[in-house]
């Protein structure tokens, strides 16, 4: 049985089409043309992160990968899958890992509880709060180093983003690519861009030998 919340999500598209035809009646036939997004997303599966709405993009500006944490996995076929299209076939410029404050995946790692099959996937988590514990470790307030370690993980996956062998190959070849990582306040809308932002192997090295504050 359809619900009442389900038929409206029906009637909203059908308001939301036409109020893009409205202001341009091609919308849609240009969108139909292909796409040629300047940026890759790499973003939490949370709702309340919609990455397009985050930057005042359009349809067609943005390629998006989520999933719980903004993780990148070496292993992940789905984010490798994403990023090898999105680098090698769409030549995309930009690629921005986005974290939030508040995250539950971020919270779920900095406790013991069992959430099953999740389990394995949190287990990354951890492995960064592993790798950062001296600087973690010594953090009192629960809510600031909460906030912390999100930030950690974020910064954490520009570095798997920037050792995957797609990325390590596009640097090879010259090819123009930016990696970045943000974390975004769901309270306040606002992005935090974390500086750690890499264009090739040397700006990485570089920031390897700082100390990460």
């Known amino acids: 049985m359809k619900t009442e919340f389900y038929k409206s999500l029906i009637e909203n598209n059908r308001k939301w089409v036409q109020s893009k035809l409205d202001s341009d009646p091609e919308f849609f036939k240009k969108l139909e043309k292909g796409q040629q997004p300047p940026l890759l ?6 709702s309340r992160v919609p ?10 500006e943005v390629f998006v990968h989520r999933n719980i944490a903004n993780m990148v996995v070496h292993s992940d076929m789905n984010m490798l899958s994403v990023l090898d299209y999105a680098v090698n076939v769409l030549k995309i410029k930009h690629i ?3 974290g939030h404050y508040g995250c539950g995946g971020v919270k779920a790692a900095m406790g013991s509880k069992s959430y099953g099959l999740a389990d394995n996937w949190i287990r990354h988590i951890r492995d960064v ?6 600087a973690l470790g010594v953090i009192k307030g629960e809510e600031e180093l909460f906030k912390r370690f999100v930030e950690y993980n ?3 996956q520009v570095f ?5 062998s797609i990325v390590q190959n596009a640097w090879e070849r010259k090819q123009d690519l930016y990696l970045h990582g943000w974390v975004y306040g769901v309270g306040t809308g606002i992005v935090k861009d974390l500086e750690v932002n890499f264009s ?13 504050i």
């Open 41 to 46: 997303w790499i973003g939490c599966s949370d």
């Open 51 to 60: 990455a397009n709405e985050i930057i005042g993009a359009k349809p067609g």
């Open 96 to 98: 921005i890992v986005c």
């Open 129 to 134: 709060y592993r790798h950062h514990q001296d």
């Open 154 to 156: 974020a910064m954490e």
């Open 160 to 164: 798997n983003l920037a050792k995957t």
């Open 200 to 212: 090739c192997n040397s700006q990485l090295e570089e920031f390897y030998k700082m100390e990460i």
